[in-house]
């Protein structure tokens, strides 16, 4: 005899939502979009709907603080409050203008590969989801959705899932294939190789600046002789005496030696002036003709010395 078959156990019970304050954290971009979405889910769990009568009254039950106060005022103004109006009031109250414009840009920089490291394709896809129920309803398409998924994929994995994805795949669908292929990319260390595509994007090397700025040695650079010539001589330069213009200047109207700068006789007669010679010693040894008498000398002799 078979066994009866088991009692058939009730469906788990969804946590309830959180309460949505209306300040603090829950004023960062699509806080307020994630709560909408989290009630909404739990009250169709109880067969309540955006149509229901007083599902608004519902969702304001999740609510405290700042949040709570705006509910009890919009519930007084609007007769037989919908869902729709409190989610349009509250976007009003408690969603930047600009909240809208920061998902967008979030949803097209979203990507696989960050700082040469690849993340799981899972979350990725989980991101690229959430992002989607934050934007407008029908501000994105299913194709978008999907062509975005390929886009943010690292480009070793796109290349082996989108030749394996199919026109009438649904986004699941498409998701799991990723997965599969991911996971057996990680499990191999597909990743760890190089791409040139993925480096590129997710680095940028600037080149550093050389430093052209030498410091002149102070050691003296010997100068080239070039092959059988002797080395060249290194010249000397002795510092002039010769007054300069200024004392030239003041010498000239005091009448005073332009030599010397001394007053009382002129530069030609100044005692101080070097004679220069041009005559040189002779040692009589070692010329000859030194001992024979000038013949000047002879003829300028008195007539006394010759008569002797």
Known sequence: MADPDPARLPPPKPPKPPFFSGEGEDLKPDKLKRWLRTVKKYLARSGLNDDSPGVADYSG???EGKANNAFQTIETEEENLTLPQLTHRFQQLFEASTSTDDTYHKWQNVSQTAGGQPARITKIAGELA???GSLPNGSMSDYAQKQRFLDAMDSRLRRNVEPQLRPEDTWDQMV???ERYDATI???GGYKG????QASSSKTYTRKKENTYRKPSTTPTPRSTGKGKAPAKKRTYTKSNKPSKAEMDRRKPEGACFNCGESGHMAN?????EVKTTSAK???ASDPSALRPDASDVFSASP????S
Do not use: G, N
């Not at 190089?194 to 595509?197: H, I, L, T």
């Not at 007669?269 to 002036?273: A, I, L």
């Open 194 to 197: 190089s791409d040139r595509r």
């Open 61 to 63: 039950f999740y609510t």
């Open 269 to 273: 007669e100044c005692p101080k002036k």
């Open 282 to 284: 002779t040692d009589p």
């Open 130 to 132: 959430d992002l989607k």
């Open 186 to 188: 990680y499990r191999t």
């Open 304 to 307: 006394a010395s010759c008569a």
């Open 176 to 178: 799991a294939v990723a």
